[in-house]
Antibody, heavy 118, light 106 residues
Framework: QVQLQQSGAELAKPGSSVKISCKASGYTFTSYYISWIKQTTGQGLEYIGYINTGSGGTNYNEKFKGKATLTVDKSSSTAFMQLSSLTPDDSAVYYC???????????WGQGASVTVSS | DTVLTQSPALAVSPGERVTISCRASESVSTLMHWYQQKPGQQPTLLIYLASNLESGVPARFSGSGSGTDFTLTIDPVEADDTATYYCQQSWNDPWTFGGGTKLELK
């Protein structure tokens, strides 16, 4: 079955960076985009961007340009999101999700918690 | 950005019919999708393209609408449906989510 396995919780200092992974299994990795979503109690769910796993092309929400960088390793069927220049506002649960046609997110990872604190 | 507005919360009794609404600030055609999120879990897809039931989702769930007004219906509601429901549009860039409707069972 389709599975997206994300890396574990991160505790980071302000100003640092973290890199979250999302390993896909159960389907042809390069046939679907991978999207990334941020969830906080205050802001709800926010779309960060997606990566074309075949070409490596990306689409970012303007709000997250310069904050998030999406990459992919086709050899290991893994997508990555790096978050840079972290501030406490970046503390959230981050999800990866498989992007089906019409950009429906039809399978989600279990989420990766990022806490930014000094 | 396209703003999606949902009622914050609803409380219904098991066996009843419930409708959850989502209003968009501009047209999203039929590129509206619905997700269910239970506490401590990731969201799961229920309905895609406004009215299409995702594989494996019980037929108690249905969706309708186009343009700016959309509805998710659960009929009949079961105890296991306690969750927060989110709408999401993928017509306008950036994709956006509604604030979620928390469904509680009486």
């Amino acid at each position: 079955q389709v599975q997206l396995q994300q890396s574990g919780a991160e505790l980071a200092k302000p100003g640092s960076s973290v890199k979250i992974s999302c390993k896909a299994s159960g389907y042809t990795f390069t046939s679907y985009y991978i999207s990334w979503i941020k969830q906080t109690t205050g802001q709800g769910l926010e779309y960060i961007g997606y990566i074309n796993t075949g070409s490596g092309g990306t689409n970012y929400n303007e709000k997250f340009k310069g904050k998030a960088t999406l990459t992919v390793d086709k050899s290991s069927s893994t997508a990555f999101m790096q978050l840079s220049s972290l501030t406490p506002d970046d503390s959230a649960v981050y999800y990866c999700a498989r992007g089906a046609p019409a950009y429906v997110m039809d399978a989600w990872g279990q989420g990766a918690s990022v806490t930014v604190s000094s | 950005d396209t703003v999606l507005t949902q009622s914050p919360a609803l409380a219904v009794s098991p066996g009843e019919r419930v409708t959850i609404s989502c209003r968009a600030s501009e047209s999203v055609s039929t590129l509206m999708h619905w997700y269910q999120q239970k506490p401590g879990q990731q969201p799961t897809l229920l309905i895609y393209l406004a009215s299409n039931l995702e594989s494996g989702v019980p037929a108690r769930f249905s969706g309708s609408g186009s343009g700016t007004d959309f509805t998710l219906t659960i009929d009949p509601v079961e105890a296991d449906d306690t969750a927060t429901y989110y709408c999401q549009q993928s017509w306008n860039d950036p994709w956006t989510f509604g604030g979620g409707t928390k469904l509680e069972l009486k």
